[in-house]
């Protein structure tokens, strides 16, 4: 199982960037997909998540309103369009797959509950 996370870069603060984590070897239908994140000296939190039809999302607070998680089950493909950006959304994002077997439960949020992690991507936010 491979997760490939890419699309980050440097922007400037109000930019935007769109990343994207390409899947393989994964039942990628049978998987919430999330994005976490890990900033400079900091532990990795949680930044947004989607079930398995992409019908249900869930973000942290920060980036509600800015950010925006997507699926292609057909490409096993994730997305994080992130709009708006701040200096404070500088961090590595690292996506991640979480087993799930039925459609009907919220995305966890927990980086525990994930069973397959991407190698991350960098953002970096200039003020």
Same mark, same amino acid.
């Given at each position: 199982?491979?997760?490939?996370?890419?699309?980050?870069?440097?922007?400037?603060?109000?930019?935007?960037?769109?990343?994207?984590?390409?899947?393989?070897?994964?039942?990628?239908?049978?998987?919430?997909?999330?994005?976490?994140?890990?900033?400079?000296?900091?532990?990795?939190?949680?930044?947004?998540?989607?079930?398995?039809?992409?019908?249900?999302? %869930?973000?942290?607070?920060?980036?509600?309103?800015?950010?925006?998680?997507?699926?292609? @089950?057909?490409?096993?493909?994730?997305?994080?369009?992130?709009?708006?950006?701040?200096?404070?959304?500088?961090?590595?994002?690292?996506?991640?797959?979480?087993?799930?077997?039925?459609?009907?439960?919220?995305?966890?949020? %927990?980086?525990?509950?994930? @069973?397959?992690?991407?190698?991350?991507?960098?953002?970096?936010?200039?003020?």
């Amino acid at each position: 199982v491979q997760l490939q996370a890419s699309g980050g870069g440097l922007v400037q603060a109000g930019g935007y960037l769109r990343l994207s984590c390409v899947t393989s070897g994964l039942a990628f239908g049978n998987y919430a997909m999330g994005w976490f994140r890990q900033a400079p000296g900091k532990e990795r939190e949680f930044v947004a998540a989607n079930n398995l039809n992409g019908v249900r999302s %869930i973000y942290t607070d920060s980036v509600k309103g800015r950010f925006t998680i997507s699926r292609d @089950n057909a490409q096993k493909t994730m997305y994080l369009q992130m709009n708006s950006l701040k200096p404070e959304d500088t961090a590595v994002y690292y996506c991640a797959a979480s087993w799930a077997y039925y459609d009907g439960i919220p995305p966890p949020s %927990i980086s525990s509950a994930y @069973n397959y992690w991407g190698q991350g991507t960098e953002v970096t936010v200039s003020s």
